[in-house]
């Protein structure tokens, strides 16, 4: 193993460990709740083993899978706690889409009031998609001004309006990932980045969003 995959190894185990120990203080729950889902796998595995006179391989079975278990426990765990800590704050949606893997390409605060209202831009591979936060009436007129914006430049692209919230028509900030993977699919892989180079012309804003410690993965 080269000394650049060792380090690269021993920071991955420095993250784990510190997202493990925010969660756990965060979350009470978490370590009571992994330890159950992986001794209940480990017990259904064992137990159907050994019906079929096969103890050593159901368990053999049921150690990986209640590893598997653990983690998948400890993963959504860890999303909702760091959504938890972001909700509610200016800019959380923006922190929720930059940590989108794959072809996204996020532009935040292409529109803004100075009442935090937000709109970010998303090319992939549904097309544009612009999602607002903030004040329900305030980010619909926001919406439909930078969507007038886009459409000059996206031609025939489809063009995407998502509010975040948790009013009837908006789409909450834990479930906004969801919502974009599961749009249909109007453009290829390689057709992402020109169309975001085009847009880019339109400009954004150097508004400064906070952070949020929302972990980088893959939607849920």
């Avoid at 185990?13 to 510190?18: A, D, F, Q, Y």
């Avoid at 259904?44 to 426990?73: D, K, M, N, S």
């Avoid at 309006?161 to 948790?166: H, I, K």
């Avoid at 990932?177 to 749009?183: E, I, N, P, S």
């Amino acid at each position: 193993m080269s000394p650049d995959a060792r380090v690269s190894r021993r920071e991955r185990l420095r993250r784990l460990r510190l997202a493990f120990s925010k969660t756990r203080e965060a979350d009470r729950r978490l370590v009571p709740l992994m330890a159950a889902v992986a001794l209940a796998a480990l017990l259904v595995c064992g137990v159907i083993g050994a019906l079929l006179g096969q103890l050593v391989a159901g368990l053999a079975v049921g150690v990986p899978l209640a590893l598997l278990g653990g983690v998948a426990v400890f993963g959504r765990r860890t999303t909702a706690v760091a959504l938890g800590s972001i909700e509610g704050r200016p800019g959380a949606a923006a922190a929720v889409l930059q940590g989108m893997r794959g072809p996204w390409r996020v532009t935040p605060a292409v529109a803004f009031t100075r009442k935090q209202d937000f709109v970010h831009r998303v090319v992939g591979r549904p097309g544009v998609i612009l999602v607002g936060e903030g004040a329900p009436a305030r980010v619909g007129s926001l919406l439909r001004q930078e969507r007038r914006k886009v459409a000059r430049v996206a031609g025939d692209t489809p063009v995407h309006e998502v509010s975040v919230g948790d009013r009837e028509g908006q789409v909450p900030l834990g479930r906004l990932q969801v919502h974009l993977a599961r749009l249909p699919r109007a453009l290829k892989a390689r057709g992402i980045g020109a169309l975001d180079t085009r847009l880019s012309a339109l400009g954004g804003s150097d508004v400064p969003l906070p952070k949020g410690p929302l972990p980088r993965g893959r939607p849920r």
